[in-house]
């Protein structure tokens, strides 16, 4: 786990994307001090999980930041706005719609020897957005990139 100058940081990056298996992560985790970055429905499909999504981050986290995914033709605040509709306590939910900046904010934020459970990408090496439209990504590059300047 990469360490900045200032503090300890573990940041996990996880494919979780079902309820199950975003219970499973933050579970492995329950015993840490965590902030939890997910955008973890894409766009058109398993509207249903949601709140769900947003009520399990809720009961596991320290804090949640909600962000894009992969919206394809949804209208991405759409999708993060269900997701907090699970989350009843605001003071642990922040919205960061830009995924960089989502997790950077999640690296400033978490206290030392504290995780970052980044979920729902994995290593899918691309956002997907409107039309097929394909952004070229990667959350653990983006972990390293944004822990080096720090």
Known sequence: SPKS?????T?????????DSLTQLYKAFSDVPKICVLGNTGGGRDTWKRPEMGSIAEKYCDHIILTNEDPYDEN????V??????????N???IIMDRRTAIRTALEKVPDGGYVLISGKGTDPYIMGPN???Q???DADV?????AKL
């Open 136 to 138: 070229v990504w990667s």
């Open 76 to 79: 991405p605040r759409a999708i």
């Open 5 to 9: 100058a200032e503090k300890a940081v």
């Open 11 to 19: 940041a996990i990056v996880d494919y979780a994307h079902t309820p």
């Open 92 to 94: 642990k939910l922040e």
């Open 81 to 90: 706005n269900a997701m907090a509709k699970g989350i009843t306590d605001q």
């Open 143 to 147: 972990v390293q990139e944004e822990l």
């Open 132 to 134: 097929n439209t394909k």
